[in-house]
């Protein structure tokens, strides 16, 4: 049935999440027998630990969840997240200064609604999360994209803050290690960001949601611990389960910041999804609080693939890779076959009709860059088999091979 019904004007700059289309086509195509490789989910492939699921099959038993929580998320969770929290960054973070929500995708989204006016700016380094700019407008603010340099590790500077800055911006986004570039800020330049987010009176959203997932000799650095009281009390920390507990699910992730914004988030949160999932919240305090040998061990297991696919790209000839840092993504430079024909003669003028083509000829799933503010790149998620990795980077080497 089509009826021409008017939808709010608020809409009008949205656009759907591309990363979402992507797996959704892939899905398809496999549901419909189609032996597709998709590199676009970005959620671990592994099972939530056992213990995790241990809890909340007990708490299930015992007839513990069938009930509404605080809005925000229960006492006890809310306790170890203040505690997890104020260790990592420094300061102390009170269990009142935390909203739990329904993922750190909902946080994000209370948090732009509880904190931005029509006009108001936020800063964000390109290539971003799909959803912050989307999030903004939502909210009738304006995203103000600051481009950064793959020979720059996709580092924003603190100059490019500075000169971005007018009298309406409020915040800067920092999500550290990045998806989709897998790029870890050093602590160098978030000492630089630090001191220009006092100068210009800013606020951070800092979205920690990877920042256990960091391999090598990379280390994660705190804005708020790296720069003192001063930046803690600007910095508004969204993190959560799903990345690195194999938790994404589930949909928990939770905000620390000033009492005043959080409790502006709980009534938007109250006035709508209320609670998020109460046997969520018990798996999830159980994450926190249980063993975290499991963290380690997905972690190993992501830098062993992490190394292979990285390998395997930087074979093919014409694509440029540098090396991820940390999440759980690769983000090539595949802008040498941009332009170019397909044997079945189209011509594939951008990076979305490259993807496009790659899945339905080469059977390989990837994300076209410009999603993220970065066109002539792709992102590939190794949170996958060593095997898919390899026979996937495998089709995609081969049908590039076949570009004209
Ligand atoms: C950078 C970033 N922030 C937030 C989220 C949201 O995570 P969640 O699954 O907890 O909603 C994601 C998920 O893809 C992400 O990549």
Redesign the pocket.
Known sequence: MTFPIKLASRLDPIKPSI?LAVTAKAAKLKADGIDVISFGA??PDFDTPEHIKQAAREALDKGAVAKYTEVGGVLPLRKAIAAELSAVHNTKIEPDQILVS???????YNLFMALIDPGDEVLIPAPY?V?YPDMVMLAGGRPVILETKAEDDFAVTADQVRNACSARTRAIVL?NP??PTGAVYTRAQIEALAKVVVEKDLLVIS?D??RQLVYGDAEYVSIAAAGGPEVAKRTIL?D????TYAM?GW???YTAGPLPLIKAMAKIQGQSTSNPTHIAQVATLAALTGPQDCVGTMRKAFDDRRKRMVELLRAIPGVQCREPKG?FYAFPDVSAYVGKKSPEGSILDDDVQLCDWLVEVGKVAVVPGSGFGAPGFVRLSYATSMKNIEEGVARLAKSLGTLK
């Open positions: 990363t970005g959620e329904s993922g750190a995708k909902h946080s994000l999360w959803s999500n990045s998806n979205d949601i990877y969204v959560g389960v799903s990345k994404t949909r928990i992730g999440a």
